[in-house]
């Protein structure tokens, strides 16, 4: 099987070919740090996160960068209002970000650069455009000459003559034209500045990203990923200035995830529908959430609410069960020596090709989350026959397993979950009462079983339970 990534420059699904065999360069932007992140910022960073997982199960050796944007108008602006400096504030929301980020069980990127690193190295970068002549000075701002790269606008399919401007581009009458863009930004009064050719200033946002992934990754990437609303401008302009500078392709493929709106509605802080992680981990675990976000295809618009998020808690809970199912069904088999059974070896085998063919065909979380519940359904109806083979029952495991290391969608077991050896004394204690005709204590066992979601049944063999599937 091949993996196949829809790119967005080309807007088409294109065999995945890395620069260097068995390895991946991928960058992907990270946050700006002045706030805490909610759930919209959190959505690449999960998809992106499967994506690393899935290419790591592939064989590949995945150079994954991430960037902290730490020095920002926002930044600035937040940090006055704060009564600290702007370090102090970006210093704090790295560490809530990490935090967060480590809460829905996202590995951070091996790197983690801040742009304040890397001051020299987006000087150079700018003198380079500028000794080309795809930069010029004027009033301190250094700005990039759109006009001089013929590509500009083909990413994000933008016709140059009606540029809606995003945000961070700035209309200014020192421009030789309305589209280009700031590199460089001379020092306001109170603002935190480097000293540079063009005077005491700070970089621009888009030059940021380019600078940090060259000096990781080199010239070209493999992969270059964020939300679609960073296609235009910031992508746009990053590809710009990247290839002006070098003369070859900036990244071979460029990743977008969809937008996520919140109960139909785009999440803003002025209509206060923001949802912040941390306080929805709170309120549901990491797996769920992480189903949520993984329960559209990554290139389509995610709505999030409250019935995703129920349904995502109780997908979760139907996986836990079934391994709760097999783990039990491994305490109570004793028939070590048997080999695996081939009918169910094959539903297995059936169910591993069409998680990876639709995880290789562009990354298909949602088709890829439907063959792990066919897994489960067959896992549970496996578990129900009076006679299992273990070796089987651990091919399940397996199988589970290499899923949710690609997808981190199975919760570990609650704390103050049933376990096995309490359930058979329960049980136990309800035959002893059924033997002394207290039916009113065996129905109160059953009733206390069922509510720890244990499910018995009385049969001629004598009685069996198994946990809700």
Same mark, same amino acid.
């Given at each position: 099987?091949?993996?196949?990534?829809?790119?967005?420059?080309?807007?088409?699904?294109?065999?995945?070919?890395?620069?260097?065999?068995?390895?991946?360069?991928?960058?992907?932007?990270?946050?700006?740090?002045?706030?805490?992140?909610?759930?919209?910022?959190?959505?690449?960073?999960?998809?992106?996160?499967?994506?690393?997982?899935?290419?790591?199960?592939?064989?590949?050796?995945?150079?994954?960068?991430?960037?902290?944007?730490?020095?920002?108008?926002?930044?600035?602006?937040?940090?006055?209002?704060?009564?600290?400096?702007?370090?102090?504030?970006?210093?704090?929301?790295?560490?809530?970000?990490?935090?967060?980020?480590?809460?829905?069980?996202?590995?951070?990127?091996?790197?983690?650069?801040?742009?304040? *690193?890397?001051?020299?190295?987006?000087?150079?970068?700018?003198?380079?455009?500028?000794?080309?002549?795809?930069?010029?000075?004027? !009033?301190?701002?250094?700005?990039?000459?759109?006009?001089?790269?013929?590509?500009?606008?083909?990413?994000?399919?933008?016709?140059?003559?009606?540029?809606?401007?995003?945000?961070?581009?700035?209309?200014?009458?020192?421009?030789?034209?309305?589209?280009?863009?700031?590199?460089?930004?001379?020092?306001?009064?109170?603002?935190?500045?480097?000293?540079?050719?063009?005077?005491?200033?700070?970089?621009?946002?888009?030059?940021?990203?380019?600078?940090?992934?060259?000096?990781?990754?080199?010239?070209?990437?493999?992969?270059?990923?964020? !939300?679609?609303?960073?296609?235009?401008?910031?992508?746009?302009?990053?590809?710009?200035?990247?290839?002006?500078?070098?003369?070859?392709?900036?990244?071979?493929?460029?990743?977008?995830?969809?937008?996520?709106?919140?109960?139909?509605?785009?999440?803003?802080?002025?209509?206060?529908?923001?949802?912040?992680?941390? *306080?929805?981990?709170?309120?549901?675990?990491?797996?769920?959430?992480?189903?949520?976000?993984?329960?559209?295809?990554?290139?389509?618009?995610?709505?999030?609410?409250?019935?995703?998020?129920?349904?995502?808690?109780?997908?979760?809970?139907?996986?836990?069960?079934?391994?709760?199912?097999?783990?039990?069904?491994?305490?109570?088999?004793?028939?070590?020596?048997?080999?695996?059974?081939?009918?169910?070896?094959?539903?297995?085998?059936?169910?591993?090709?069409?998680?990876?063919?639709?995880?290789?065909?562009?990354?298909?979380?949602?088709?890829?989350?439907?063959?792990?519940?066919?897994?489960?359904?067959?896992?549970?109806?496996?578990?129900?026959?009076?006679?299992?083979?273990?070796?089987?029952?651990?091919?399940?495991?397996?199988?589970?397993?290499?899923?949710?290391?690609?997808?981190?969608?199975?919760?570990?077991?609650?704390?103050?979950?049933?376990?096995?050896?309490?359930?058979?004394?329960?049980?136990?204690?309800?035959?002893?009462?059924?033997?002394?005709?207290?039916?009113?204590?065996?129905?109160?066992?059953?009733?206390?079983?069922?509510?720890?979601?244990?499910?018995?049944?009385?049969?001629?063999?004598?009685?069996?339970?198994?946990?809700?599937?």
């Amino acid at each position: 099987m091949s993996l196949y990534i829809y790119n967005t420059l080309t807007r088409e699904k294109e065999l995945f070919k890395p620069i260097r065999s068995g390895e991946v360069s991928m960058y992907v932007c990270g946050p700006t740090v002045y706030d805490y992140i909610h759930i919209g910022n959190a959505l690449p960073v999960v998809i992106f996160d499967v994506v690393r997982n899935y290419l790591t199960q592939l064989g590949y050796n995945v150079h994954y960068v991430s960037n902290f944007t730490d020095v920002d108008d926002k930044i600035i602006k937040r940090a006055n209002e704060s009564g600290i400096n702007a370090q102090e504030l970006s210093s704090k929301y790295i560490q809530e970000f990490l935090q967060d980020e480590t809460s829905l069980h996202v590995d951070p990127a091996p790197v983690h650069p801040l742009v304040t *690193d890397f001051m020299q190295d987006i000087i150079q970068f700018i003198q380079g455009l500028m000794d080309k002549g795809f930069a010029y000075e004027n !009033g301190g701002d250094v700005f990039f000459r759109t006009t001089a790269f013929k590509a500009y606008g083909k990413l994000s399919g933008q016709n140059l003559e009606e540029l809606q401007y995003g945000i961070r581009v700035e209309v200014d009458k020192r421009k030789e034209n309305p589209q280009d863009f700031v590199l460089w930004k001379q020092a306001k009064e109170g603002e935190v500045a480097w000293d540079s050719p063009w005077g005491s200033g700070r970089p621009g946002w888009h030059i940021e990203c380019s600078a940090l992934a060259k000096a990781h990754l080199g010239e070209t990437i493999d992969i270059h990923g964020a !939300g679609a609303d960073l296609q235009f401008p910031h992508h746009e302009c990053e590809k710009a200035q990247s290839e002006a500078l070098h003369d070859k392709p900036f990244a071979n493929y460029w990743m977008h995830n969809g937008y996520l709106n919140l109960n139909n509605e785009k999440m803003s802080k002025s209509l206060g529908n923001v949802v912040n992680v941390r *306080d929805l981990i709170k309120k549901y675990n990491a797996e769920s959430i992480r189903m949520a976000l993984l329960s559209s295809h990554y290139r389509s618009p995610l709505n999030f609410s409250h019935d995703l998020m129920e349904q995502a808690k109780a997908g979760t809970t139907r996986i836990s069960n079934c391994l709760a199912n097999i783990q039990h069904r491994l305490a109570t088999t004793n028939d070590v020596e048997k080999d695996a059974d081939e009918n169910m070896q094959q539903v297995i085998e059936s169910i591993a090709q069409k998680f990876h063919q639709k995880m290789q065909d562009d990354f298909n979380t949602p088709d890829a989350i439907t063959a792990c519940f066919e897994l489960v359904t067959e896992a549970n109806q496996y578990c129900e026959q009076d006679e299992v083979h273990p070796i089987t029952l651990q091919q399940c495991l397996q199988l589970f397993e290499q899923m949710n290391d690609v997808l981190g969608i199975v919760p570990k077991p609650e704390t103050n979950e049933i376990l096995d050896e309490e359930v058979e004394q329960l049980l136990q204690d309800r035959i002893d009462a059924r033997k002394a005709k207290q039916w009113d204590k065996a129905d109160a066992i059953r009733q206390q079983l069922e509510e720890q979601g244990i499910l018995l049944e009385d049969t001629p063999q004598g009685t069996r339970w198994k946990r809700k599937g």
